[in-house]
Structures are given as C-alpha cells and as structure tokens.
C-alpha cells in the first residue's frame, strides 16, 4: 500500500486549511475597519458604580445594532444603545462579538437603564 499519496492528501488539506483561515481572517479585518466595529467596540466604557445595579431591561438584539441605533439618535459609532425602555444590542450569536465586550456593552447599557445620562462623558 503506498503511503506517500495519504501523506500528500493529508498535507494539501492542512495547507488548504491555512489557506482558508486567513483569508476569512483577512476579509473579517476587512469588515471590521469598514464598519467601525474595532473602533467601537476596543473601549467600550464603563457606568459609574452607583449605576451598575441589578435591573430589569427589554432587549432588542439586532444583526446591525449600529444602523438601529443611528436611527433612534444615538452618537454615531454606538455599538448599542438604551432608549424608551428598550436596549438595542449587536446579536450575540455573531462571530463579531466577544464574550468580554458583549459584557462590557450590556453594562454600559444597564448604567444608561439605571439613570446614566446619555450625555456622559466619552
């Protein structure tokens, strides 16, 4: 049995995997620089600590969060938004999102539900 056309096989589809993983890295930086994701997401900012309570909030997740939000009056470049009783949040289920910065804008947007003005400092 020849051995050498397996190791052939095996080799092309380890190489073809490299070869597809950073194209889809490369077109994700793409996607990122071109709708500001990278730019809004890397600080997300925290509320002051007498607004991080526990509380009871509607969500409204979103494929493009930052459209939504544009369109209810939000800064340009929000990531997510609070308004009228409602949190608009990037769907978490999009590879975009890390655990972390979901978090971290959740948090931001429990601050904005328990009474952090929206003219906060950026």
């Known amino acids: 049995m020849d051995r050498g056309?397996?190791?052939?096989?095996r080799t092309r589809g380890f190489v073809w995997g490299i070869g597809v993983g950073l194209c889809a890295t490369f077109w994700l930086a793409i996607i990122l620089l071109l709708t500001g994701c990278a730019a809004t997401t890397s600080g997300v900012q925290l509320p002051p600590e007498r607004f991080r309570h526990d509380t009871v909030v509607a969500v409204k997740f979103e494929t493009d969060a930052a459209m939504r939000c544009q369109e209810i009056g939000a800064p340009p470049g929000s990531a997510a938004c609070f308004g009228?009783?409602?949190?608009?949040?990037?769907?978490?289920?999009?590879?975009?999102w890390s655990h972390e910065i979901f978090a971290r804008l959740m948090?931001?947007?429990?601050?904005?539900?328990?009474?952090?003005?929206?003219?906060?400092?950026?």
Do not use: F, K, V, Y
């Open 84 to 96: 009228q009783g409602l949190a608009i949040m990037p769907n978490p289920c999009d590879l975009l």
């Open 5 to 9: 056309g397996s190791n052939m096989i």
């Open 107 to 122: 948090c931001h947007e429990i601050g904005h539900r328990n009474g952090w003005p929206a003219d906060h400092p950026r």
